[in-house]
C-alpha cells in the first residue's frame, strides 16, 4: 500500500504492494482510489499523469460533481458511476464544515434531526447507508459495472467519491477481497482513512465548536466524520451470513464468475 501524499489530494492510495492470494502482491500503479480531484494544482496533476491513469471513476451523485467538479488529467477517460444514489449527510459529502453552515445549515439542521429520529445513533445511520451500498437493486448494478470497469482496464484506475472513505472504501473492498487480500488487511486499509483524514477532522471540528448548531447536531456531525471499523465490519458479517463472504457476495449478486477472479489475479499480482 503506497500512499500518495500531492498537494490538494485527499485520502489517495495505490494499492500496490498490499499482500494478496498465494503470498502474491498487488502491482503498483494499476489500482488507485481518492478522495474527489477538484481544484488541484498544476504539481498534482502532473504527477497523477506520470502514474499513469488511464481511467477514473466518480462515485459521486450528480449534485456533488455539479458542485466539485474534477480536475482534468491527461489521457483520462472519465466515468460516472454513483454507487450511492441520494443524498446522505456524512457520506455524500466531504463535510467541510464551513461551506456547510454557508450554503446547506437548514438542510443540515433536518437532516440531523432525522438520523436522530429515525435512526437513534449515528453507527445505526452509517450502517444502514453502507448496507443500503451493497444490498439495494440500483447500487448493485453500479457496482458490478465498477468490477467489469477494474476487469477490462488496460492501464490504471483511479476511483474516487468526496473523501475517499466510505464509497471508495466499498469498492476497494470488494477489488482486495476478489484479488485474495485477506479481511485484517482489507479493514486495515479502510481504517486509514481515519488517519489520513485527521488534520481535515481536527479543522472541521474547530469550525462546529464555532457554528450556531444545537448541541446535538453537533455530536452528529462529528461523529460523521469518523472511520469506524464497525460500519464495514457490519456489512462484511452480512456477507458472511448471507454468501459465506465478500467473494460470495460478489459472484452471488455481482456476476463475478471463477473465470472472473481467476483473470483479475493474473492481471493485477506479481
Not at 35 to 54: F, H, M, Q, S, W
Amino acid at each position: 500500500m503506497i500512499r500518495l501524499k500531492y498537494k490538494k489530494l485527499t485520502n489517495a492510495r495505490d494499492l500496490g504492494g498490499m499482500r494478496a492470494a498465494n503470498g502474491r502482491t498487488i502491482r503498483p500503479h494499476k489500482l488507485i482510489r481518492s478522495g474527489k480531484l477538484t481544484k488541484l494544482p498544476a504539481d498534482t496533476v502532473r504527477a497523477l499523469e506520470e502514474l499513469g491513469i488511464t481511467t477514473v471513476v466518480d462515485l459521486r451523485i450528480e449534485s456533488e460533481r455539479c458542485a466539485d467538479p474534477d480536475c482534468e488529467i491527461g489521457g483520462c477517460v472519465y466515468l460516472h458511476l454513483p454507487v450511492l444514489c441520494f443524498p446522505a449527510l456524512g457520506i455524500s459529502s466531504d463535510f467541510s464544515i464551513f461551506s456547510t453552515v454557508e450554503k446547506e445549515r437548514d438542510r443540515v439542521q433536518r437532516e440531523g434531526e432525522r438520523i436522530r429520529r429515525e435512526f437513534g445513533s449515528i453507527d445505526r445511520y452509517m450502517i444502514e447507508t453502507y448496507r443500503s451500498i451493497l444490498f439495494s437493486e440500483t447500487s448493485k448494478a453500479q457496482l458490478k459495472q465498477f468490477l467489469q470497469l477494474v476487469r477490462n482496464e488496460t492501464g490504471c484506475i483511479l476511483w474516487h467519491c468526496a473523501s475517499g472513505k466510505d464509497r471508495a472504501g466499498i469498492c476497494a473492498m470488494l477489488v482486495e477481497a476478489l484479488l485474495g487480500v485477506d479481511e485484517k488487511t482489507i479493514l486495515e486499509d479502510y481504517m486509514r482513512s481515519g488517519r489520513n483524514l485527521r488534520r481535515k477532522y481536527v479543522l472541521n471540528r474547530l469550525g462546529i465548536v464555532l457554528v450556531p448548531f444545537n448541541l446535538n447536531l453537533k455530536r452528529i456531525l462529528l461523529a460523521l466524520m469518523r472511520t469506524k471499523k464497525k460500519y464495514l465490519q457490519s456489512v462484511i458479517d452480512e456477507m458472511h451470513a448471507r454468501y459465506g463472504g465478500i467473494v460470495g457476495y460478489c459472484q452471488q449478486e455481482l456476476g463475478v464468475t471463477e473465470k472472473d477472479i481467476t483473470f483479475l489475479r493474473t492481471k493485477y499480482l506479481l
